[in-house]
């Protein structure tokens, strides 16, 4: 009996302008991390943003090794350029490799595929290694799909994703997101249900100081993200009657302490009128919704307002904690940052939970 073919993965990688912004280095070690992996049905599409500075020349190089494919043509940012890549794509599965940034175990695919074919699961996730500009690095732990309604819980960098499923979620929002369409694609791939699975591996190395990186964009992206998708989802619920039983089940009962979640609860039947209240301000925000996308500063304390009068929401923001108030003056959500985790605590005293952002390089 013929064995069967292990299924193709497709690995993309943008880029553009290598040699001007100094990645020539960089990006030979990602191509190589690829094409070294112990898992053999790989292609590598790059897809180039119209170099002019001769980075054309250094894809045909691997092209002709037959390391890659490439497409060069302008576009009108990273992640346009990602779902051209995915569009292009003919693998089962699909993950994203930045021009930067390297896998520095051969076992990467094999174990992702491993994990995808034996759950069943739509996308797998992974640890990964951070490395500064000043060359030291350290490992960071994926903080697990529970905390997704508060931040981004894994790097999209160790991601491996169903290509029909990220058909179905028509890839990345390019049109409203210039620094945090991954969050926003994950936040989505879960509320409709995509089951992920944990790979506990370290294999990627991801550059800091890259796109990836720009902290502050990212954030408000991520806020914005967070808020509009989780708001439709609990208004939906809510004009349904299934807001205690759907949403704090599926999306809020892995991520807080049981008392924590039966506050939670309690809240919910009480004051529905709130989430009604905050799902109206998520869809009548767009002049903050227009300040992110054209990428205005972030401000340290934002005030959100109900058609722009009633003050619904107060963000305060600290060296070390962000502080969230309903009607911009009763306690809801206190976020503390320290050098090696996050934590989170309702009504600014119940711990819901800590994640640590450190963990043993394998």
Excluded at 58 to 74: D, H, K, P, T, V
Excluded at 197 to 208: A, E, K
Excluded at 334 to 352: A, H, K, M, Q
């Amino acid at each position: 009996m013929p064995t069967k073919e292990p299924p193709l993965v497709t690995v993309i990688t943008v880029c553009q302008n290598l040699y001007t912004n100094n990645r020539i280095d960089s990006f030979r070690q990602c191509v190589h991390s690829v094409h070294d992996q112990d898992y053999h049905r790989i292609e590598h599409l790059v897809i180039d943003g119209a170099s002019a500075d001769g980075t054309a020349t250094l894809l045909e190089e691997y092209a002709q090794l037959g390391w890659i494919r490439f497409l060069s043509e302008r576009d009108s940012g990273i992640y346009d350029a990602m779902n051209k890549g995915l569009r292009m794509a003919q693998g089962k599965y699909i993950a994203y490799l930045n021009s930067d940034d390297f896998w520095h175990r051969k076992e990467a695919v094999s174990a992702s595929v491993e994990a995808l074919e034996r759950s069943g699961a739509t996308f797998s996730y992974a640890p990964r290694t951070l490395i500064n500009e000043d060359g030291s690095f350290y490992c960071t732990e994926a903080a697990g799909l529970g905390v997704f309604p508060c931040l981004m819980p894994f790097c999209h960098q160790t991601m491996f994703t169903r290509r029909d499923a990220l058909l179905r979620a028509n890839g990345f929002d390019d049109a409203h997101y210039r620094s945090a369409a991954d969050y926003d694609l994950v936040l989505r791939l879960l509320l409709a249900g995509e089951p992920g699975v944990y790979v506990p591996l370290n294999f990627t190395s991801f550059r800091m100081g890259g796109f990836s990186a720009a902290d502050s964009l990212s954030r408000q992206e991520c806020e914005r993200s967070r808020l509009t998708l989780l708001g439709e989802k609990a208004a939906g619920l809510l004009r349904q009657g299934q807001m205690d039983d759907d949403l704090m089940q599926r999306i809020m009962g892995r991520v807080h302490q049981q008392t924590a979640l039966d506050i939670l609860r309690c809240f919910v039947r009480c004051s529905p009128g709130v989430y009604q209240l905050a799902y109206g301000l998520i869809r009548n925000y767009p002049s903050r919704q227009k300040q992110v996308v054209s990428g205005g500063a972030p401000k340290q304390n934002s005030i959100y307002r109900l058609f722009n009068i009633l003050p619904v929401l107060r963000r305060k923001q600290r060296p070390s904690r962000v502080d969230w108030f309903l009607f911009a003056c009763l306690p809801v959500l206190r976020v503390r940052r320290f050098c090696n985790s996050t934590r989170l605590y309702l009504l600014f005293v119940i711990p819901l939970v800590t994640i640590r952002q450190y963990c043993r390089c394998q």
